[in-house]
């Protein structure tokens, strides 16, 4: 166990539904993290959030909308999505201090599929 | 843009060799490289971290070492054992201005077989 959580674990959901990933992490850090994994391709980082604020955006179309309530929770709510959206979703967190020793702890994370 | 390639894509050895995974990186201004282990349903672990400035770090039968003058990694697993099988990814920090964006290659698939 890192200290990350996820649920559901596992979800399936037709392209017109409306669902939301879930992340919670236990260890006091300060900053959350989205990252997409398709098969064949490197994960790709999505959003980050320091201190609740949203830090980075990578180009993530509209129809992925996340949201940070509290430094514990991070959120990603999903709608109208493509079946090429289909993945593993992870979610991680670190404690942002400035040093470049800082480390990514990730949750186990949510396999998506998109019919 | 960072871009980080690991050779080979899967690997597959008996149990007990000492083997090799080879990670390279386009833009030398990184902060650190990490080394991660995935097993399959399941996220990342951290394996080793080394800092721009150091040339390698080891943990246990792990090794790893960065050049980062010539972008390159290297993680050497000695006396490999069937728990060792996972996806090993390298994955690189800065070389864009964060110090917490990381980059990731496609990973290699190592299987040790009993």
């Known amino acids: 166990e890192t200290g990350v959580t996820q649920t559901p674990r596992h979800l399936v959901m037709g392209m017109t539904n409306k669902k939301s990933l879930k992340c919670e992490q236990h260890?006091?850090?300060?900053?959350m993290y989205w990252y997409k994994q398709s098969a064949k391709k490197p994960l790709e980082l999505m959003f980050v959030y320091s201190l609740e604020e949203r830090v980075e955006n990578n180009s993530v179309p509209s129809r992925f909308s996340p949201e940070c309530p509290n430094s514990s929770h991070l959120f990603l709510h999903l709608h109208t999505l493509q079946p090429e959206d289909s993945a593993l979703y992870l979610c991680?967190?670190?404690?942002?201090?400035?040093?470049?020793?800082?480390?990514?702890?990730f949750g186990p994370g949510t396999r998506l599929t998109v019919l | 843009k960072q871009e980080v390639t690991q050779i080979p894509a899967a690997l597959s050895v008996p149990e007990g060799e000492n083997l090799v995974l080879n990670c390279s990186f386009t833009?030398?201004?990184?902060?650190?490289l990490q080394w991660f282990r995935q097993d399959p349903g399941k996220g990342l672990t951290s394996l080793l971290l080394?800092?721009?400035?150091?040339r390698e770090q080891t943990s246990g039968r792990l090794n790893a070492s960065l050049d980062k003058s010539s972008g390159r990694s290297t993680l050497y697993i000695a006396a490999s054992q069937p728990g060792d099988s996972a996806t090993y990814l390298c994955a690189v920090t800065g070389g864009g201005g964060s110090n917490y964006k990381l980059t990731f290659g496609k990973g290699t698939l190592l299987t040790v077989n009993p």
């Open positions: 833009d030398s201004a990184i902060y650190n």
């Open positions: 080394i800092q721009s400035s150091q």
């Open positions: 260890l006091g850090h300060n900053a």
């Open positions: 991680a967190s670190s404690q942002l201090d400035g040093s470049y020793t800082d480390t990514q702890y």
